[in-house]
């Protein structure tokens, strides 16, 4: 197994079984502090576990724990016996190393409508969405959305718009439009008012052979989309996906508890469409959406963790290649 200066799966287990505490917020101090008290005889080992409320980010516990020494061992957390080995998940979700299967990305027909009710009262009716959009319009884009039959899928106009590079915003907009039409699909397109008046990103042209195939909203020019891509896309039900690149870190965070988030951020990797090919004139292609979770989980005797040796953060609607297969030894 890995030493405990590398990354290896001992390594990463031990990160995720020995969180830091929830006041550590920069890692290069605390090892410092860290460093005073291993001088005077105090272990760094004895902050562990005390005030957890939350977990400092990945790498800063990654940099703690090459410090602390953990990791040298799986074998080394104690009363445990564990063998880890790097894996892949094939498409139906089951892993390539132990044979199980990872928890499903769907939600329950519960657990949908709790996210849903939590993201109306959080991110549409709470927070501070009045500080990009006015009650008067929210109550407008509201009828609308009412008056009109599902949608299968919600487009971020201007997100997409900008999707491709060299090519102007409408035409880029009008591409993805009119392929996703000929599949007979229920469209809605949320773009700003200034998207209809002519200009040389947003030929007029363009745009009304965009309102032909689809229904479009065009909210005032200080709005933000996302609250009304959201709220479109979780009252058209279960089905419908949304389509932008953008990661929703905002709204996410104005979430009230963490079951809430992990729910939202598990929507959004089974409801996000992602455009992949940059070229217009190809046929659009979108980042393939699973149907298994892609976050760290455990049955109690093993563990899945999704790994990057170099510690870069993964987007939300990105699909993990390697991961850690953890499985504790009878």
Known sequence: MADSRSSGPAFAVCC???????????AAAYVRRCRTQKSSGTSPNDHLGRGRKSLPGRKMRLQYYRYCGY??????????????QFTTIQESG????CGKTLESIHL????????????????????????KTTPQELKRFKEFVKSCPPFDIVIDGLNVG??????RDSRALLHVVSQLAKQNLRLLVLGRKHMITHHSQWRKNEMQMIQQQARCFFADNI??????????TLNSGNHCKFITNDLMRDHKACLSDAKTQLLFFKWQQGHQLAITNRFLGSKITFQRTLSYDTVVQTTGDSWHIPYDEDLVKRCSYEVPTKWLCLQQHT
């Open 16 to 26: 995720l079984l020995h969180p830091l505490p929830a006041h550590t917020s920069d």
């Open 162 to 167: 900008k999707s491709y590079s060299k090519v």
């Open 94 to 97: 089951q892993c390539l190393g």
């Open 108 to 131: 329950s027909p519960e657990e949908y409508e709790f996210l849903k009710g939590k993201i109306m009262k959080d991110v549409i009716d709470g927070g501070d969405q009045y500080r």
């Open 223 to 232: 709005s933000e989309d996302d609250p009304f891509l959201l709220y479109a």
């Open 71 to 84: 990791g040298r061992h799986a074998n080394s957390i104690p009363g445990k016996q564990w063998k880890g």
